[in-house]
Structures are given as structure tokens and as C-alpha cells.
């Protein structure tokens, strides 16, 4: 499977300049077909909505599987015991049950993950950038998609001195706190990347010294999950003025990535001067704003629940209904928020049909 010729298209798309749309949906079909073929539960959604080889035509015909049959169900071509690595959700109690995403080999991952970071959050250059990480490492977290994407960052991208800053005893103030200083007194640019909730114990601690640092040009921040009951709520607006202030940087700087363990692709803002920002992905994946239990697509403008098409998505399915409401705008997508009301109904039966359809 790891040197299948699906996986060495995938390969090829992923660094092609441009592809047409037809070049997508033709690979989106041929994804279809091979998950179609070896993901029984999907096969099973996918008879019960009427949608076979034959009727799906484009990948807007393909149905999107609930984010949350990820824990209710194995979603995989392969066994899940052969794949290289296995990402869960994280969770917030114990007894949760966690989505898992099946991965046969992790090249896709990365080769995804890396294509899109060049490009959003390096801005293209190749050049590396002293790193902070505000997460655990591989070691500490070895099922989390989100530790494996800032290893990934960190390995690829970081410049000598790069380094993790949160550990089993929690977050290491006392290296912050230089490693700001030192970039501040030298004039090297800096990033700090993390979970959103780490920034806000940063800010916390920052405000209690009533310490603040001015970062050099070219320094950058990137957020990510939300804050997930880690630490205090804050609305956006306020997280990241408070985080723009606190490390001198314009909020222009202060990038958001929108991801999530069931997907192999991220999105990213172009900053947060101005909130709700526009969020975009590359050429591999495609979103859809929907009416949660038909999959009716919603006219641009109009709210609904996102639905992402992602090719990198070769081993469990292409195409996922989130619980995160949006609307579509030019250039991508506003993200609204959790499901709520009607929505939420609408994404909990959604999950029920699915389930119903695939123990069948």
C-alpha cells in the first residue's frame, strides 16, 4: 500500500502547479472507488443514500461520513492493526470515547502537511526560523495528529535553538521568558506555535509579572484547537489582541490553523487583524457548506455545517461532515463556531443514519 501507484498520484497532485479542477475530480473518483471497494461501513452509507461507482459522477456527489463516526467505527481500506500510525482524538475526559484515523504510512501526512506550512506559515521561503513549542513532543503524546504536525514543523523548518517548552511538569515559563528575551535583545525572528490554550497560560503568567517583549520583524505566531476547557474562555477577539500585545506583533502575525485529527490537511488564516478570518486550504482539498442531514450544499453567503474534501484522506474516506458551522466567501470559508439548535440536530442525525446504515 505504501508504494501503491494511488499513493504515488497522490504524490504527483500534491506538487503539481495548479492542477485543473478536472484533475481533482478525476483523482476524488478514483478515491472514491478504492474506499468504495475496501471500507465496508462507507460502502454501506454510500448504498443506503444511492450513491454507487455508477452515480457518483464528481466529487460533490460523494457522501460526507460525521466526523463522530470516527469513534463509533473502524474507518479504514486496510486493517487498522497494519497502519503505520494511528491518530486519536484528544478528548477531554477519560472514559471519552476517541476518534482514530488509520494511516498505512505517514508519507502522505507529511507530504501534505509540509507542501502547506511552506506556503502559509513560512510563507513560501524555505529559509528556517528559531521555534518555540508550546505542545508536548512525539514521546509524550504518540497518537495525536497535532504533536506529529508541530515535530513535523519543528524538524523541517526550525532553526538551530529550536525547542519544545511544555513538558510532563506543564508549561516552562522560566525558558519563555529568555527564549522571548533572546530573540527580542538579538533581533532574530521568532515563532511560537502551539495549542491555543497553551497562549493563554503564557498571557496569564505574562500578565502576572506584568512582563510583555517586543519580537523582531519576521517573528510569528501560529495557534491552533481552541481552548477546550484547558484554560480560561476567551472571545477571539480578545486572545489575540492580548497576544499581539503581549509579544509585540502586529495581529497580522498571529496565524491561525484550523485542523482536525480525522482530516490529513490543514487550513490557515493570513492573519487575525480582522476577525472572523478567512480560512483556505490548498489545491487538494475542497469545502462544501451543507444542510447537515441531506448534504444539500448551501448557496455562498448562506450558513450551514462544513464539509471538507480531502484527497490526502486515501485510507478511511475523502469527504467529512464537521460539527463546525461556516459560510462560504471568496477565497474560502468563515468558521463560525460549534453546531448549535438546529444544526446540532442536524449532525447528530446525520451520525445516527450513518450508523444505522453501516451496521446494515
Not at 443514500?49 to 460526507?64: C, E, F, K, M, Y
Not at 515535530?151 to 538551530?160: D, E, H, N, Y
Not at 489575540?240 to 498571529?254: D, I, P, S, V, W
Amino acid at each position: 500500500m505504501a508504494s501503491s501507484p494511488l499513493i504515488a498520484e497522490l504524490h504527483a497532485f500534491l506538487a503539481a502547479d495548479r492542477p485543473t479542477d478536472e484533475a481533482f475530480n478525476q483523482l476524488a473518483l478514483s478515491l472514491f472507488a478504492h474506499q468504495y471497494q475496501h471500507n465496508l461501513p462507507f460502502q454501506r452509507f454510500c448504498q443506503q443514500r444511492g450513491r454507487t461507482l455508477r452515480t457518483v459522477t464528481s466529487w460533490r456527489d460523494i457522501p460526507a461520513v460525521p466526523i463522530s463516526a470516527f469513534k463509533a467505527l473502524t474507518l479504514s481500506c486496510i486493517p487498522a492493526a497494519d497502519a503505520e500510525r494511528t491518530f486519536m482524538t484528544s478528548g477531554t475526559t477519560q472514559k471519552e470515547v476517541k476518534g482514530k484515523h488509520h494511516h498505512p504510512t505517514l508519507a502522505v501526512y507529511d507530504d501534505s502537511m509540509l507542501r502547506n506550512f511552506r506556503q502559509r506559515f513560512m510563507q513560501g521561503s524555505d529559509r528556517k526560523i528559531r521555534m518555540g513549542i508550546l505542545f508536548p513532543d512525539e514521546a509524550l503524546l504518540p497518537n495525536s495528529s497535532l504533536a506529529h504536525y508541530l515535530a513535523l514543523a519543528l524538524r523541517t523548518f526550525g532553526a538551530p535553538g529550536s525547542h519544545y517548552l511544555l513538558n510532563e511538569a506543564g508549561l516552562d515559563h522560566t525558558r519563555l521568558h529568555a527564549e522571548l528575551a533572546h530573540a527580542q535583545q538579538s533581533g532574530e525572528p521568532y515563532a511560537l506555535l502551539g495549542a491555543s490554550y497553551s497562549f493563554v497560560h503564557m498571557l496569564d503568567e505574562l500578565q502576572r509579572l506584568g512582563k510583555s517583549f517586543v519580537l523582531p520583524p519576521g517573528s510569528r505566531v501560529l495557534d491552533t484547537g481552541g481552548f477546550k476547557g484547558q484554560s480560561r474562555e476567551l472571545s477571539m477577539d480578545a486572545f489575540y489582541t492580548q497576544l499581539a500585545g503581549a509579544l509585540g506583533l502586529g495581529r497580522e502575525h498571529c496565524i491561525n490553523m484550523y485542523g482536525m485529527t480525522e482530516l490529513s490537511t490543514q487550513f490557515y488564516d493570513a492573519g487575525n487583524a480582522t476577525l472572523p478570518s478567512v480560512k483556505s486550504g490548498p489545491h487538494w482539498i475542497r469545502t462544501c457548506v451543507v444542510e447537515p442531514l441531506s448534504g444539500e450544499e448551501l448557496p455562498r453567503g448562506e450558513q450551514g455545517v462544513l464539509a471538507h474534501c480531502d484527497l490526502a484522506n486515501f485510507n478511511s474516506v475523502t469527504t467529512i461532515l464537521t460539527e463546525d458551522v461556516g459560510v462560504a466567501v471568496e477565497g474560502g470559508f468563515l468558521l463560525l463556531g460549534r453546531a448549535q439548535g438546529s444544526a446540532a440536530k442536524g449532525c447528530s442525525l446525520a451520525v445516527e443514519e450513518f450508523l444505522q446504515a453501516a451496521a446494515a
